[in-house]
């Protein structure tokens, strides 16, 4: 039996939250679509761990002005990146990812999501911000070598009051078929991600290191 | 093993008066505060090395080269030197000389500095720091240990027949820490060098420090100076105490809120049961640093802060007659128990001489045949 674990951020400051609500619509879509085999046919299961900021807030915060994480802190961060995939949720602030959100990766080590599958989600009040998954988000996680997938799933108050048969009349696809779509994308990378069983070496040396220096200094 | 005290040098305004004291007045207190170490039977005083405000010590040497002529026992190190953005020619020439001033009480903790833009004021770059390090602490190991260099390296001007003066006292080089907080490039350089390994671990939990300190004591086994038990640790410490541990908690409080690391940061509650930090009565610093042999194996020195965040110097030399009075001694007694034979207690020049000699070696005259 192989295990795929996925992660899932969530910074919706309110309770309850539309960015969670997005958040869980995600995560049923990928675990649904992930099934219970591999590509190979073998039987996996399927580990979510969800990360709800506004619990690690002030824990977050401490890490940004010591430079540690809490063991506590420490704990999610292990989970999200030790992760074979990843849903990231923010609230849309004025024009880009809350604060909170950009804070936690802000503590996270910038090596540590490279080759990381993420779906990026957001939420707003009007789909005027909808844009901003493009330019703030899918940038972020670009710069981090994560590999974020095409489709991005933008929720506004209006969608989760449209229904499917309103959106095909209207010429756009719903929330639901938006998230389907996105969660096949991420599902079809997290089957074949090998990210949650790597072994990392905390103290790997730099390829070529010498510990007399690597310049003909002698 | 040898207990002391190291210091940042920051100025910093004391929160409960708004007093800020001059550089003047702070550069006298931790002259004062260094003599005072000697004074409560501490071991050792650590300075460290600053050239940004709000911290006064940029020239270790003058300061160390005073307390070294006020005092008599106590042994005088660097919390750290910046191996980085100074030249490993001056680092050889002048902790040589303070050397033979102290007449041995010296040895050194090389670092890499925190603060970005002493880098480029040095003429260096800081994505070079780990690089820098190492070739510059290359060069220092050899000025040290032999008589004539030629030399040649990316980060400074060559070197043909140099000799750096005056040579180290006795022919033995100053004891060298290497001080970390996250780098296996640096434990891996303190291993293969027999070096010693400081980690800094005030600021963030033990748990990282274990990995850390394990994997110095491999590679120092690895690279054939003895086993892991004995390879040569050091760790940091802050504590702050009153006979009834509430008034430490009272006192300190403020200190702690206002400090310019922590400080709008976590609760001191917090911050004491995830580091070092302990708030609270003599037994308690006791019970606590008893215990890190525990954690990080038997090892050589522990350093505590005792004097940062505007805590006035009152209440800072009575801090030390609290710690070298009331707690040293026993932790003494503790760090005692059941230490196994083989491992080495802290380094001392006069250990180190002997240790030459009954190798047999003298590595100058020989090296002077073979120039």
């Known amino acids: ?218 | 093993m040898q207990f002391g005290i190291f210091t940042v040098g920051d100025v910093t305004t004391d929160p409960t008066d708004g007093h800020t004291p001059s550089e003047n007045e702070r550069i006298k207190n931790i002259l004062t505060i260094a003599q005072k170490a000697e004074e409560v039977g501490l071991d050792v005083f650590a300075l460290g090395e600053h050239h940004n405000e709000p911290f006064v010590p940029s020239s270790p040497t003058t300061m160390l080269g005073y307390v070294a002529a006020k005092t008599s026992t106590l042994l005088l190190s660097t919390a750290t030197t910046l191996i980085t953005t100074n030249d490993p020619v001056k680092i050889a020439e002048d902790y040589a000389m303070l050397q033979h001033v102290a007449d041995g009480r010296v040895d050194l903790m090389m670092g890499r500095g925190n603060t970005g833009p002493v880098y480029p004021w040095f003429g260096k770059d800081i994505r070079e720091g780990i690089p820098l390090a190492i070739e510059n602490y290359a060069l220092l190991h050899r000025l040290w240990t032999e008589h004539t260099v030629d030399w040649q390296g990316k980060f400074r001007t060559p070197l043909q027949g140099f000799t750096s003066t005056p040579r180290p006292l006795d022919g033995v080089a100053p004891f060298v820490w290497h001080g970390s907080i996250r780098s296996p490039e640096i434990a891996e350089q303190a291993a293969f060098y027999g070096d010693g390994f400081f980690a800094n671990n005030i600021f963030w939990p033990k748990e990282h420090y274990m990995k850390l300190i394990g994997y110095y004591r491999n590679r120092f086994e690895h690279y054939g100076h003895g086993t892991a038990e004995q390879a040569i640790v050091g760790l940091g410490g802050q504590a702050f105490m009153a006979k009834n541990s509430q008034d430490a908690v009272n006192t300190f409080r403020p200190y702690f809120d206002n400090a310019p690391v922590y400080g709008h940061g976590p609760s001191m509650e917090d911050f004491t049961e995830q580091t070092p930090l302990t708030v609270g009565s003599p037994q308690q610093v006791i019970d606590r640093y008893a215990s890190m042999r525990e954690h990080f194996g038997d090892y050589q020195r522990q350093l505590f802060l005792m004097d940062h965040a505007g805590l006035p110097l009152k209440t800072v030399l009575e801090q030390l007659d609290i710690l070298g009075e009331e707690v040293v001694p026993v932790l003494r007694k503790e760090m005692a128990k059941d230490r196994p034979a083989s491992v080495p207690d802290g380094p001392t020049h006069a250990a180190l001489v002997a240790k030459r000699d009954a190798a047999g070696a003298v590595p100058e005259l020989l090296e002077a045949q073979v120039n």
């Not at chain 1, 949720?89 to 936690?104: A, M």
């Not at chain 1, 696809?173 to 990392?200: H, N, T, Y």
């Open chain 1, 1 to 218: 039996m192989t295990t795929r674990r996925v992660a899932v951020v969530s910074a919706g400051l309110s309770q309850p939250s539309s960015t969670r609500l997005l958040a869980d619509r995600l995560t049923e879509a990928v675990v649904r679509r992930l099934g219970d085999r591999d590509s190979a046919g073998e039987p996996i299961e399927i580990e979510v761990d969800v990360i709800e900021l506004r619990d690690y807030a002030q824990d977050v915060t401490n890490n940004l002005l010591t430079g540690f994480a809490s063991p506590r802190l420490e704990g999610a961060i292990e989970k999200v990146t030790t992760a074979d995939g990843l849903i990231a949720v923010t609230p849309i602030f004025t024009t880009s990812y809350s604060g909170l959100f950009k804070s936690f990766i802000d503590v996270l080590d910038p090596q540590s999501l490279t080759d990381m599958p993420v779906l990026i989600g957001a939420t707003g009040g009007t789909e005027r911000h909808s844009l901003a998954l493009d330019y703030a988000m899918r940038p972020l996680f670009s710069y981090l070598h994560a590999t974020v997938v095409p489709t991005a799933v933008y929720a506004a108050s209006s969608d989760w009051g449209t229904a499917d048969a309103d959106s095909s009349t209207s010429g756009q696809s719903s929330l639901a078929s938006r998230i389907e779509r996105a969660a096949g994308e991420l599902a079809a990378q997290v089957r074949d991600s090998d990210r949650s069983s790597r072994v990392v070496d905390p103290f790997a040396l730099p390829v070529g290191f010498s510990p007399v220096g690597g310049y003909g200094a002698q």
